[in-house]
């Protein structure tokens, strides 16, 4: 875990959360997209941002593979890579926060103890754990970017439920099953969910 930098102070923003949320006509939160790979998380989360998009709320995805483009480009696929890799984008998550943005995130952050941490950094009204449940055989046999064929030849290490753990959510706030359901249907049940909990309203 890297250490606080030294000879920094914290700056208050003159425009407050509360002021950007009111702007913007709804509450800001953390959607946190758990899966396997293949189980539909960033389908979903594009999905989910095209719809609330349509009803003028603001939101933003933050996508496993794009934040390792850049901000993560550095890290590999090891378990302590993988640990600050989650570090890192759950910071960034509480940014957009702060924005009073709905931030939705696909990673498959595979262990709990790297989502409670991202759930301890804010409120916890603020963070939405949305466990995408899909049975492994269900995404290998979609293996939509090849990589479950490349791991189980050896050209990936440290794979996500073949030779790497995956330790499903224990209390989720959400639970969609994408073997099951389509991407509209677990579109729904997240919007409803925002409904309920009043963190969004649809003109």
């Not at 250490?3 to 509450?27: L, Y």
């Not at 940014?95 to 943005?101: K, M, R, S, T, Y």
């Not at 995408?132 to 290998?140: A, G, N």
């Amino acid at each position: 875990m890297p250490s606080i930098s030294t000879n920094v102070q914290w700056q208050q923003t003159q425009v407050s959360r509360q002021d950007r949320e009111q702007q913007n006509g709804h509450r800001a939160c953390i959607l946190w997209l758990t899966g396997f790979s293949g189980a539909g998380k960033s389908t979903l989360a594009q999905a989910l941002d095209q719809f609330l998009f349509q009803y003028s709320i603001r939101s933003f995805v933050l996508d496993g593979d794009n934040v390792r483009h850049g901000l993560c480009g550095d890290l590999g696929f090891s378990n302590n890579d993988r640990v600050e890799n989650i570090r890192r984008v759950g910071e960034v998550a509480k940014l957009f926060l702060d924005a009073g943005v709905i931030v939705i995130t696909a990673f498959i952050s595979p262990f709990r103890q790297d989502r409670a941490r991202v759930r301890n950094l804010v409120a916890d009204e603020d963070f939405i754990e949305v466990f995408c449940s899909c049975p492994l055989d269900v995404c290998e046999s979609r293996d939509v970017k090849g990589l479950y064929k490349k791991a189980r030849l050896g050209a990936i290490a440290n794979f996500t439920g073949l030779t790497s753990p995956y330790e499903e959510p224990e209390a989720p706030e959400i639970v969609v099953n994408t073997s099951e359901q389509s991407i509209d249907e677990c579109v729904g049940v997240i919007v409803d969910y925002l409904l309920r909990g009043g963190y969004i309203r649809l003109a």
